[in-house]
């Protein structure tokens, strides 16, 4: 295993504003129309804050890690996605924690930040392996032990398929699968700073995120707040420029729903609606009027597409819920898919 304290210093000193390597890879992701740069400096502020905090050390107590009890020598192959940017920085970090050798196949809808931080690692003379690329063939005949698959549960056989084909993992290799699609809110209260934390995890990297509220229960009806919805958002908007590239689906569920008479916003290309169906949509978010029953249902009904149930102080007896306002600021530990990427790598 490599020392948490050594990677939380090669981290530290990627994340610095000073670090022209970095800069350059954000300078290209915005003139690509990628990310806007607005949304990668949030993400660059939170990985700050969480190492400032020394969750990187945290995580390796948490787990366990230690000398005797690590992947030293494994190989791990990364399929990350390029939803987000630097949607895959924790896979990365988690594998060079446990001291693996970290094969990442990056996407490319998101292949210049995290390539910085790896070129970082690199850079400081660890050892094991950091190799990355675009292109999954580049991965031929690696036969890693474990892979780490970050996307659309309809996608996993044919993903598996094209492993194999290529013999990039073994044939027992253990797979890591990340599916879960969006996250719920309870909001049991509406006040400034709800109708601020709210927006945050609807509306940044345009909804897109496995973190990102897709299901609101409420104890009041959307057309009880539409109107300071509807100015929260817009004022949102305007700090955080959107890139939004909506299917017709999102017009059409639109027009659906005008024409039933149904109580929703339609906001420059996202929708919030009032129905009890389940999101199958991106840019939209559905709006349902319940209690914590409600909640609980929803959440056995919707199953595996849940990430995480957000509260805005309410506890719900049953459920793990994390709060509203650290949508978008998970801690460096959190666990996609309920799984702990360290203690997967380190069995």
């Given at each position: 295993?490599?020392?948490?304290?050594?990677?939380?210093t090669?981290?530290?000193?990627?994340?610095?504003?000073?670090?022209?390597?970095?800069?350059?890879?954000?300078?290209?992701?915005?003139?690509e129309?990628?990310?806007s740069?607005?949304?990668?400096?949030?993400?660059?502020?939170?990985l700050?804050d969480?190492?400032e905090n020394?969750?990187?050390?945290?995580?390796?107590?948490?787990?366990g890690?230690?000398?005797?009890?690590?992947?030293?020598?494994?190989?791990?192959?990364?399929?990350?996605?390029?939803?987000?940017?630097?949607?895959?920085?924790?896979?990365?970090?988690?594998?060079?924690?446990?001291?693996a050798?970290?094969?990442?196949?990056?996407?490319?809808?998101?292949?210049?930040?995290?390539?910085?931080?790896?070129?970082?690692?690199?850079?400081s003379?660890?050892?094991?392996?950091?190799?990355?690329?675009t292109?999954l063939?580049q991965?031929k005949d690696?036969?890693?032990?474990?892979?780490v698959f970050a996307?659309?549960?309809?996608?996993v056989?044919?993903?598996?398929?094209?492993?194999?084909?290529?013999?990039?993992?073994?044939?027992?290799?253990?797979?890591?699968?990340?599916?879960?699609?969006?996250?719920?809110?309870?909001?049991?209260?509406?006040?400034?700073?709800?109708?601020k934390?709210?927006?945050?995890?609807?509306?940044?990297?345009?909804?897109?995120?496995?973190r990102?509220?897709?299901?609101?229960?409420?104890s009041?009806?959307?057309?009880?707040?539409?109107?300071?919805?509807k100015?929260?958002?817009?004022?949102y908007?305007?700090?955080n420029?959107q890139?939004?590239?909506?299917t017709?689906?999102?017009?059409?569920?639109?027009?659906?729903?005008?024409?039933?008479?149904?109580?929703?916003l339609?906001?420059?290309d996202?929708?919030?609606?009032?129905?009890?169906?389940?999101?199958?949509t991106?840019f939209?978010?559905?709006?349902?009027k319940?209690?914590?029953?409600k909640?609980?249902e929803?959440?056995?009904?919707?199953?595996?597409?849940?990430?995480?149930?957000?509260?805005?102080?309410?506890?719900?007896?049953?459920?793990?819920?994390?709060?509203?306002?650290?949508a978008?600021?998970?801690?460096?530990?959190?666990?996609?898919?309920?799984?702990?990427l360290?203690?997967?790598l380190?069995k």
């Amino acid at each position: 295993m490599q020392s948490a304290i050594n990677i939380a210093t090669i981290v530290k000193s990627w994340l610095t504003p000073e670090n022209a390597v970095l800069q350059k890879a954000i300078e290209r992701t915005v003139e690509e129309g990628l990310f806007s740069c607005e949304d990668i400096e949030f993400q660059l502020s939170v990985l700050r804050d969480n190492i400032e905090n020394g969750e990187i050390e945290e995580w390796v107590n948490r787990t366990g890690l230690s000398s005797k009890k690590n992947a030293n020598g494994r190989k791990v192959l990364c399929l990350l996605a390029g939803n987000l940017p630097l949607v895959g920085f924790q896979t990365a970090l988690g594998t060079i924690l446990t001291g693996a050798d970290y094969y990442g196949k990056l996407s490319r809808k998101d292949p210049y930040l995290l390539t910085s931080f790896l070129e970082e690692v690199k850079k400081s003379g660890l050892d094991q392996v950091i190799q990355y690329s675009t292109d999954l063939n580049q991965f031929k005949d690696l036969k890693a032990e474990k892979v780490v698959f970050a996307g659309s549960q309809e996608s996993v056989l044919e993903v598996k398929e094209e492993i194999a084909k290529i013999s990039a993992a073994k044939n027992n290799a253990n797979y890591i699968i990340r599916t879960a699609k969006f996250s719920m809110a309870y909001l049991s209260d509406w006040n400034k700073e709800t109708k601020k934390d709210l927006v945050e995890a609807m509306l940044r990297y345009g909804g897109k995120g496995c973190r990102s509220v897709a299901v609101v229960v409420a104890s009041f009806e959307l057309g009880e707040i539409k109107d300071e919805l509807k100015n929260a958002v817009q004022a949102y908007w305007k700090e955080n420029p959107q890139h939004l590239k909506p299917t017709p689906d999102v017009k059409y569920q639109y027009a659906y729903k005008k024409s039933l008479d149904a109580d929703q916003l339609w906001l420059q290309d996202f929708l919030i609606q009032e129905t009890r169906d389940i999101p199958e949509t991106d840019f939209t978010v559905n709006w349902v009027k319940g209690d914590v029953e409600k909640v609980r249902e929803l959440r056995m009904k919707l199953g595996e597409l849940v990430q995480s149930v957000y509260t805005t102080g309410a506890q719900i007896e049953g459920l793990k819920t994390e709060p509203l306002f650290k949508a978008q600021k998970p801690p460096i530990w959190w666990n996609p898919d309920g799984v702990d990427l360290i203690e997967a790598l380190i069995k």
